[in-house]
């Protein structure tokens, strides 16, 4: 079991920056990948943005050049830079933690993320 934990979401002004940041329990974080994914109300949770083990990325075209994630292996923890935000970012951002073999990995509880224009 892989206890999973968001932190970092808020209220912000379009065209701000956040931080958020998921630490993940586990001896072999530095195993994991790491997805932020995020759902707006009414809509279908969506991947935001990965980071592989190998510390490869990959992020959903809406975000690029505006969301960087990255990871902390010493700390047990990913991040997602979020910079010059909208409000069509506002969601819940939830991370997902997926140690090896595992196919749908743990969640976190989210943490709430507004953007006003």
């Known amino acids: 079991q892989v206890h999973v934990v968001e932190s970092g979401g808020g209220l912000v002004q379009a065209g701000g920056s956040l931080r958020l940041s998921c630490a993940a329990s586990g001896s072999i974080f530095r195993l994991y990948a790491m997805n932020w994914f995020r759902q707006a109300p009414g809509q279908q949770r969506e991947l935001v943005a990965r980071?592989?083990?190998?510390?490869?990325?990959n992020y959903a075209d809406s975000v690029k050049g505006r969301f960087t994630i990255s990871r902390d292996n010493a700390k047990n923890t990913a991040y997602l830079q979020m910079n010059s935000l909208k409000p069509e970012d506002t969601a819940v951002y939830y991370c997902?933690?997926?140690?090896?073999?595992?196919?749908?990995?743990?969640w976190g509880q989210g943490t709430q993320v507004s953007v006003s224009s």
């Open positions: 980071i592989t083990s190998g510390a490869s990325t």
């Open positions: 997902n933690a997926v140690p090896p073999g595992s196919t749908l990995g743990y």
